[in-house]
């Protein structure tokens, strides 16, 4: 393995810790909005998401016709989200194609959970008022029953 970092990367790199701490800190308001702001509507978070740097906000919804409605409702208010971790990697063509790389492929447990999930939008500079939009999106999913 060559572990070498170019010079350039390694500036870009260094460059990017300057005012990491505010960003993390940024990143996981926003998740703390989430939690409360949907904490009614169906939706759950990974209970440790509030220490991880955030790339993005997975939400478990209660169904994967929650999901649907979710992004959905999400979509109607031009808010990109996404389907993440679905299909479950055990499903992917490659290792379906080659099923004696994996043990077992009864994993109901990851394929449930996997069906649920839901990527909400997070990032450095999100506004108040856009947070409010994704919490409303995400609410009305479930007032609206879908």
């Known amino acids: 393995?060559?572990?070498?970092?170019?010079?350039?990367?390694?500036?870009?790199?260094l460059r990017q810790l300057v005012?990491?701490?505010?960003?993390?800190?940024?990143?996981?308001?926003?998740?703390?909005?989430?939690?409360t702001g949907m904490a009614d509507a169906g939706v759950r978070f990974q209970d440790n998401a509030?220490?991880?740097s955030l790339c993005f906000a997975s939400a478990c919804c209660t169904s994967a016709d929650h999901k649907a409605a979710v992004l959905g409702s999400l979509r109607?208010?031009?808010i990109e989200a996404r389907d993440y971790y679905n299909p479950p990697q055990h499903r992917h063509p490659y290792f379906v194609t080659n099923a004696?790389?994996?043990?077992?492929?009864?994993?109901?447990?990851?394929?449930?959970?996997?069906?649920?999930i839901v990527s909400l939008p997070v990032h450095?500079?999100?506004?108040p008022d856009d947070v409010?939009?994704?919490?409303?999106?995400?609410?009305?999913a479930?007032?609206?029953?879908?």
Do not use: F, P, W
Not at 24 to 35: D, N, T
């Open 132 to 140: 409010a939009r994704v919490v409303a999106a995400v609410q009305e």
């Open 100 to 116: 004696e790389l994996v043990e077992s492929t009864d994993l109901a447990v990851t394929a449930d959970i996997c069906s649920r």
């Open 124 to 127: 450095d500079h999100m506004a």
């Open 76 to 78: 109607r208010h031009a």
């Open 142 to 146: 479930e007032v609206r029953g879908e």
């Open 19 to 35: 005012g990491l701490d505010r960003r993390l800190a940024s990143r996981r308001k926003v998740l703390e909005c989430y939690r």
């Open 50 to 52: 509030n220490v991880a």
């Open 1 to 13: 393995m060559n572990g070498k970092l170019s010079e350039i990367s390694a500036a870009i790199g």
